[in-house]
């Protein structure tokens, strides 16, 4: 499975952006689609993920600003960012599980795209 992520760039405090993760193959054949962030001189760490049974889950700091979601027939998964803040800034990878298994650690994912920058101006 090839994932595809797009979208990033430079915005201002308090402004939005979307990204995209394109998969090369069906995403409800795989469980969890996942996004992380790795900010320079910061270890990767998990931000969002959406289940194939429709929950999703968001790490404390972006709970209520950014959104989760799948699109099974673009074979796309999206992550709304809004209310951007200068720590939003790094670059966000998507990932993919195929079965839900330790969803917030980044090892436990078996596909990775390749990043997509998010700056963030105060």
């Known amino acids: 499975v090839q994932l595809q992520a797009s979208g990033g760039g430079l915005v201002q405090a308090g402004g939005s952006l979307r990204l995209s993760c394109a998969a090369s193959?069906?995403?409800?054949?795989?469980?969890?689609m996942g996004w992380f962030r790795q900010a320079p001189g910061k270890e990767r760490e998990f931000v969002a993920a959406?289940?194939?049974?429709?929950?999703?889950y968001y790490e404390d700091s972006v709970r209520g600003r950014f959104t989760i979601s799948r699109d099974s027939a673009r074979n796309t998964v999206y992550l709304q960012m809004s209310s951007l803040k200068p720590e939003d800034t790094a670059v966000y990878f998507c990932?993919?599980?195929?079965?839900?298994?330790?969803?917030?650690?980044?090892?436990?994912?078996?596909?990775w795209g390749q990043g997509t920058q998010v700056t963030v101006s105060s």
């Open positions: 193959r069906r995403t409800f054949t795989l469980n969890t």
């Open positions: 990932a993919a599980q195929r079965l839900k298994v330790l969803t917030f650690i980044s090892s436990s994912y078996d596909y």
């Open positions: 959406t289940w194939s049974d429709g929950g999703a």
